[in-house]
């Protein structure tokens, strides 16, 4: 994830996923880590958001500590007394102790689309774990992705005091296993009647399982299991999003 992702985007980012099902995420997140991490793990997670997941975890018991690039996200963030949120580049961040799990949701992985950035990634989560932690991360899967092709997507969200209308344009690099996402925003204060537009392009990376393991070997994990998110079937070519399980060895 660039600095400049989100740069906008993060004032409005709750409201365009409000119909995001958090808490069966963090339900489907709990039984990995207990079937994975047989004690209730000490939790750092890689691209807090606005703390959404971090602060379920928290509710449910845990201790999380999350890192964000973006200002905008870490000011809309969401609080909880066992959820701790700082700043930070999640390839660079060094905090003075280890981990139970290393987690990072929403396709932050794919948010990583050079090289030295992912490996960079998986390196940091590595130095932040215990010998025998887990890391657990989504990411866009690249049979889904050149399969079914990115498209171009008009949405709309809205609550009391605005209304926003999003386009998004797709531009696929399939060399590279990046496809550049342009997104265009008009938002309308409902009372007022004034419009603010902004543009902001994000770089997604897709990766295949092969692909995926040897940057996770690389930097002294062992694969454990992958499958589609939330309902932990088997990858397929209709399977945009899936998890990866890795423990440090």
């Given at each position: 994830m660039t600095k400049n992702s989100f740069l906008s985007y993060?004032?409005?980012?709750?409201?365009?996923?409000?119909?995001?099902?958090?808490?069966?995420?963090?339900?489907?997140?709990?039984?990995?880590?207990?079937?994975?991490?047989?004690?209730?793990?000490?939790?750092?997670?890689?691209?807090?958001?606005?703390?959404?997941?971090?602060?379920?975890l928290a509710k449910k018991g845990y201790t999380v500590h999350g890192v964000e690039i973006s200002e905008e996200m870490i000011l809309n963030s969401h609080k909880h007394k066992n959820f701790y949120l700082e700043k930070g580049d999640i390839t660079k961040i060094k905090i003075k102790r280890k981990f139970d799990s290393v987690i990072s949701l929403f396709h932050v992985v794919s948010y990583q689309t050079s090289n030295s950035s992912i490996n960079a990634l998986f390196k940091n989560a590595?130095?932040?774990?215990?010998?025998?932690?887990?890391?657990?991360?989504?990411?866009?899967?690249?049979p889904a992705v050149i399969n079914q092709k990115p498209s171009i997507k008009v949405k709309s969200f809205e609550n009391n005091k605005i209304k926003i209308d999003r386009i998004a344009e797709p531009n696929s690099f399939y060399n590279k296993n990046i496809v550049n996402v342009k997104f265009k925003f008009f938002i309308r204060n409902l009372f007022s009647k004034s419009l603010e537009t902004f543009e902001e392009v994000h770089s997604m990376r897709h990766f295949s399982l092969p692909?995926?393991?040897?940057?996770?070997?690389?930097?002294?994990?062992?694969?454990?299991?992958?499958?589609?998110?939330?309902?932990?079937?088997?990858?397929?070519?209709?399977?945009?999003?899936?998890y990866s399980i890795f423990k440090k060895i």
């Open positions: 993060g004032k409005y980012y709750d409201l365009i996923n409000h119909k995001k099902n958090y808490h069966k995420e963090v339900e489907f997140l709990i039984k990995l880590l207990k079937k994975n991490y047989k004690k209730n793990p000490k939790i750092l997670e890689f691209g807090s958001g606005t703390g959404k997941h971090g602060c379920l590595g130095e932040h774990l215990k010998n025998g932690g887990v890391f657990i991360c989504d990411f866009w899967y690249s692909e995926i393991k040897f940057i996770a070997e690389m930097s002294g994990f062992k694969f454990i299991k992958a499958g589609e998110f939330l309902t932990n079937q088997k990858p397929s070519e209709k399977t945009w999003s899936i």
